[in-house]
């Protein structure tokens, strides 16, 4: 665990960004008063107000849902049945005679057992109990409670559902139970498992949307949960927050986690077979515990702790306090690479047999390092991952890449930045368009690869942001965002304000048509006129796309111009707004143009291999008469008006002698 220390301590170190980060989130009791950082110029940065109120727990004045669930495991049928009791805060404007829930366990894959939610009572909490009604739609995932009264905004209710889950069977989904006993490898996984309670909005109303297999289509408030998970003596347990006790009685231990402040939903995790690591990061105070199968221990023994360390460090002294006293790494059954919740995430077991050309170990800390960089950008800062789930995955795979940069400079990530490539030629290699902004269903209706979007192009704007406006900007406005919306929900216009906030300046020019076109820029060099009497060449570049695109590009890119013996006449970085003609001063007639793509220019383009456009076809206008060597006129008759005159003078000179 040294190791873990020494480059713990190194890391504080390094990052500018970091030591800010620390000041705010560590010391300060006068946040209220505290700007990101001292800067030159004159930007006045909101007051991080809501941020001081969260940031050392204290929740004085702020009101939120408090929910305890009690869940009891059955091994041998594969179920659990649990007790959810709400107590509902409306903090909304408006009357509630209803409170919808998601029950998605009924939508997951599976292969021979489907999962399912059957609900055996509502019921009140006062003595006696009385039932309440509700209204329940299996097909989308969804029930009603009905009220007795009006809740109106300010207010409380509560009651209690009583359910028992079937997990589903298989390695496919969020929720399953998986693996043989006789294999010492049967896994259980408690996740997105009981009736969750929907998010009113202003933009959506109730968002009742049913379970959607494409990206992780989530979203929830803040609340209070209780935890009690009731499971066979001798299994091992992982869940959400602290573990404050444990009894066994008769063969069963009960198990009370409590994560002491609002998190967005709960899991748990149980198999008899958990090896369990465990490691307090030092001054964070954050109990890192990974739990894996005897199968992967070569692979997830230490290195899994280490990286699961490395990352949460960075991530709490970049961005923003982890407020929270444990995080979890737990090893699943899943089709994908892993799955992120408060304060615990999962990692799939297959990294064990991961064939990728960069092998198990890269294969399973870049998981970790993305699932974790979601307790950041998802539970501490909300998202309606249905509606803008792009945003923050594509934050969390920025995030990843800037973790293998500090951990691992030898890997490149930036230097060609990864998705550049695939960027530049996905339209016209799949004929679709890739609007970033958009909701996964929409992105369903308009035939857009929601995971091209949120993994691969969302990343890749934000590296352009970086290389635009500078690293230390970046990484400000990234944790700046991060504070402004702690235990709140954001979208993208919330991260276009924290980005302009940091510089100072509008970004719309940016955000606009890179996060809301469909297509790339295309430049083509459309026209190239070289004027020889005044020395000026006028060059279009022409967007091909701007005419299916809403907003205009604008960004820089780099342009040089060789003469007829490929000698360089030119070399700068010009900005292309749109379609842009620009007039250099040249001394020298130009042969010809290239735009140079080698750098961070985003366009659409098809050649493979290739990291240029260029064009020879320069017409050139007003140039000098051209002068003939050896053949001038004028001296010819010159020289033949000389050679008459000798011979009238010889001439007349034998004239005379005569
Ligand atoms: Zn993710």
């Not at 790494?329 to 990294?351: I, K």
Request: proline share 5%; hydrophobic share 35%.
């Amino acid at each position: 665990m040294k190791f873990m220390q020494k480059k713990l301590a190194g890391l504080i170190i390094i990052t500018l960004s970091a030591i800010i980060s620390l000041d705010i989130f560590l010391s300060s009791n006068n946040i209220q008063t505290t700007t990101l950082k001292d800067r030159n110029d004159s930007i006045d940065l909101p007051i991080l107000s809501d941020y001081s109120q969260f940031s050392e727990g204290n929740f004085t004045g702020y009101e939120f849902s408090k929910y305890n669930l009690s869940v009891y495991l059955d091994e041998d049928t594969s179920t659990v049945a649990g007790n959810l009791t709400v107590d509902y805060y409306n903090d909304d404007p408006i009357n509630f005679t209803q409170i919808p829930f998601h029950i998605y366990v009924s939508g997951m894959e599976y292969d021979q057992r489907p999962g399912y939610i059957e609900i055996l009572n509502v019921t009140t909490l006062e003595d006696p109990r009385e039932e309440l009604d509700y209204d329940f739609f299996s097909n989308i995932q969804l029930m009603w409670v009905n009220l007795t009264e009006i809740l109106e905004p300010g207010n409380r209710t509560s009651f209690m559902i009583s359910f028992n889950t079937t997990l589903p069977d298989g390695g496919i989904d969020r929720a399953n139970e998986h693996g043989l006993d006789s294999n010492s490898a049967r896994i259980f996984k408690f996740a997105n498992c009981y009736p969750q309670p929907c998010v009113y909005d202003e933009f959506d109303g109730w968002n009742i949307d049913p379970y959607i297999l494409t990206g992780d289509p989530f979203y929830f408030d803040m609340v209070y949960y209780d935890l009690i998970i009731n499971v066979p003596e001798n299994m091992t347990v992982a869940a959400t927050g602290e573990l404050l006790d444990s009894v066994t009685i008769g063969g069963r231990t009960i198990h009370h986690y409590n994560p002491h402040l609002p998190v967005r939903e709960v899991t748990f995790s149980a198999s008899r077979y958990f090896i369990v690591e465990t490691y307090t990061i030092p001054d964070l105070n954050i109990k890192v515990s990974t739990y894996f199968l005897n199968k992967s221990s070569w692979l997830w023994h230490d290195f899994a702790l280490n990286v699961t360390v490395d990352s949460a460090s960075l991530y709490y002294i970049t961005f923003g306090n982890y407020c929270y006293s444990t995080f979890n790494v737990v090893q699943e059954y899943t089709q994908h690479g892993g799955m992120e919740y408060p304060l615990q995430v999962y990692a799939t077991e297959s990294a064990d047999s991961y064939t990728g050309s960069y092998g198990p170990y890269w294969y399973l800390e870049t998981i970790i390092a993305h699932e974790t960089a979601h307790q950041w950008f998802y539970n501490l800062l909300g998202v309606d991952e249905v509606d803008w789930g792009f945003l923050d995955e594509g934050i969390v795979c920025w995030v990843t890449d800037w973790y293998k940069d500090v951990f691992h400079p030898d890997w490149y990530i930036f230097e060609p930045y990864w998705g550049l490539d695939r960027l530049r030629h996905y339209s016209l290699v799949s004929g679709l368009p890739n609007k970033i902004n958009q909701s996964v269903p929409d992105c369903a209706i308009s035939g857009t690869d929601y995971y091209y979007l949120g993994y691969t192009k969302a990343n890749t704007i934000l590296e352009k942001l970086r290389t635009t406006i500078g690293h230390e900007d970046f990484i400000e406005g990234l944790s700046y965002f991060f504070q402004d919306y702690y235990f709140e929900i954001a979208d993208i216009t919330d991260l276009q304000i924290a980005f302009e906030t940091v510089v100072g300046y509008s970004l719309d020019w940016f955000f606009f048509p890179w996060f809301d076109n469909p297509y790339l820029p295309k430049y083509d060099i459309t026209n190239a006129i070289y004027d020889g009497t005044s020395k000026i060449i006028n060059i279009t570049i022409t967007d091909i796309n701007e005419i299916v695109n809403p907003y205009p590009y604008s960004q820089q890119v780099p342009i040089e111009i060789y003469s007829t013996g490929s000698s360089l006449l030119f070399s700068d970085i010009e900005w292309i707004n749109s379609t842009t003609t620009l007039t250099i001063q040249l001394e020298t007639t130009p042969q010809r143009v290239l735009l140079d793509y080698s750098d961070f220019v985003l366009v659409q383009f098809a050649d493979y291999g290739l990291d240029y456009i260029e064009t020879t076809e320069i017409t050139l206008i007003n140039m000098p008469k051209p002068k003939i060597s050896g053949y001038n006129i004028s001296i010819i008759l010159l020289t033949l008006g000389i050679l008459g005159l000798i011979i009238l003078i010889k001439k007349f000179d034998l004239t005379q002698n005569e």
